[in-house]
């Protein structure tokens, strides 16, 4: 029997924290995000090689060589570490709006198309804290999908995530898919119609640059999302994100807007700007973001 005064070895681990619904973020909900992130990339941003692999990234970005970035497994840990600590605290904001706290409260199933780096996972993670609250009889489920094998980082990020938040497998269910957006598969519509929430968040002018993809894609949307379902599109506000067709130039949410025999508009936003709150702790700088949303329900 133990000791009722004994106490932990000196060289015990740290419980795992317990989950406390809106309160699992502390006071301030930001730096816990970022928490996360430090955890998962200390070693990336440590490297001797990071900086150049860094600036390597950046060019293929110019150059839109997609492949050169993400089939390379040796960048994503690095991407991880620039680029999503600005749009984990975007995504977080986002889904903390009414319209989507209410979608998350009925625990749905949301299936993140392009998510491997872990933003929507991380940043979705987060608001679903304030939503959970109160129990659940089943957990809320966020399916990342992406070409590229981002299952390391998502490890990484989930077993941060329980261990620094609580959140048990009762609260939220993970899962993560590889498959090619440019080739809608069985797989993908099987999964579109099971889906409650569907995101396409700063993935749309990169895989869907050529009208041909846009409009399977379009046609996918169309015929898989079950009605009552939500779809999400997030990405630049900025000329970054037009689709060229003919002469003329359309930003990607159009395609969708003119569809309003099959999508309702919820939510509509030209362009909005993110800020992050100052002092944040981070090793790397962070952006704002100015971006368009649109949040669209299935006829």
Same mark, same amino acid.
């Given at each position: 029997?133990?000791?009722?005064?004994?106490? %932990?070895?000196?060289?015990?681990?740290?419980?795992?924290?317990?989950?406390?619904?809106?309160?699992?973020?502390?006071?301030n909900?930001?730096?816990?995000?970022?928490?996360?992130?430090?955890?998962?990339? =200390? #070693?990336?941003?440590?490297?001797?090689?990071?900086?150049?692999?860094?600036?390597?990234?950046?060019?293929?970005?110019?150059?839109? &060589?997609?492949?050169?970035?993400?089939?390379?497994?040796?960048?994503?840990?690095?991407?991880?570490?620039?680029?999503?600590?600005?749009?984990? *605290?975007?995504?977080? $904001?986002?889904?903390?709006?009414?319209?989507?706290?209410?979608? *998350?409260?009925?625990?749905?199933?949301? /299936?993140?198309?392009?998510?491997?780096?872990?933003s +929507?996972?991380?940043?979705?993670?987060?608001?679903?804290c304030? !939503?959970? $609250?109160?129990?659940?009889?089943? %957990?809320?489920?966020?399916?990342?999908? #992406? /070409?590229? &094998?981002?299952?390391?980082?998502? #490890?990484? *990020? +989930?077993a941060?995530?329980?261990?620094?938040?609580?959140?048990?497998?009762?609260?939220?269910?993970?899962?993560?898919?590889?498959?090619?957006?440019?080739?809608?598969? %069985?797989?993908? $519509? !099987?999964?579109?119609?099971?889906?409650?929430? @569907?995101? @396409?968040?700063?993935?749309?002018? $990169?895989?869907?640059?050529?009208?041909?993809?846009?409009?399977?894609?379009?046609?996918?949307?169309?015929?898989?999302?079950?009605?009552?379902?939500?779809?999400?599109?997030?990405?630049?506000?900025?000329?970054?994100?037009?689709?060229?067709?003919?002469?003329?130039?359309?930003?990607?949410?159009?395609f969708f #807007?003119?569809?309003?025999?099959?999508?309702?508009? @919820?939510v509509?936003?030209?362009?909005?700007?993110?800020?992050? =709150?100052?002092?944040?702790?981070? %090793?790397?700088?962070? +952006?704002?973001?100015?971006?368009?949303?649109?949040?669209?329900?299935?006829?």
């Amino acid at each position: 029997m133990e000791n009722k005064d004994s106490k %932990p070895a000196a060289d015990s681990k740290p419980r795992a924290a317990v989950f406390r619904g809106r309160d699992t973020l502390g006071k301030n909900h930001e730096q816990s995000i970022l928490n996360i992130l430090r955890m998962v990339c =200390s #070693d990336a941003i440590r490297s001797p090689d990071f900086g150049e692999r860094l600036q390597m990234i950046k060019k293929l970005f110019y150059k839109r &060589d997609f492949d050169g970035i993400f089939l390379q497994p040796e960048n994503l840990p690095v991407y991880t570490a620039q680029y999503v600590p600005r749009r984990a *605290l975007c995504y977080y $904001e986002i889904f903390t709006t009414p319209e989507l706290q209410q979608i *998350l409260q009925k625990r749905p199933t949301v /299936y993140c198309l392009g998510a491997g780096s872990g933003s +929507e996972l991380l940043g979705i993670s987060a608001a679903s804290c304030q !939503a959970l $609250e109160g129990g659940a009889d089943t %957990p809320i489920t966020i399916h990342s999908q #992406d /070409y590229a &094998d981002w299952s390391p980082i998502l #490890d990484s *990020l +989930e077993a941060a995530i329980r261990y620094k938040w609580g959140i048990e497998e009762k609260h939220i269910s993970y899962k993560f898919s590889v498959g090619d957006l440019l080739c809608i598969t %069985p797989e993908i $519509e !099987a999964q579109l119609a099971q889906s409650q929430l @569907v995101t @396409v968040m700063f993935v749309f002018n $990169e895989l869907f640059s050529d009208k041909i993809n846009v409009m399977n894609f379009v046609k996918a949307m169309v015929k898989n999302l079950r009605k009552g379902s939500h779809f999400l599109l997030v990405d630049s506000a900025g000329s970054f994100s037009s689709v060229k067709v003919g002469n003329r130039d359309y930003m990607s949410y159009m395609f969708f #807007d003119s569809l309003s025999q099959h999508f309702t508009p @919820v939510v509509s936003q030209d362009s909005r700007w993110f800020r992050h =709150s100052q002092g944040l702790d981070y %090793p790397l700088g962070i +952006e704002n973001m100015r971006y368009f949303l649109r949040l669209y329900q299935k006829k």
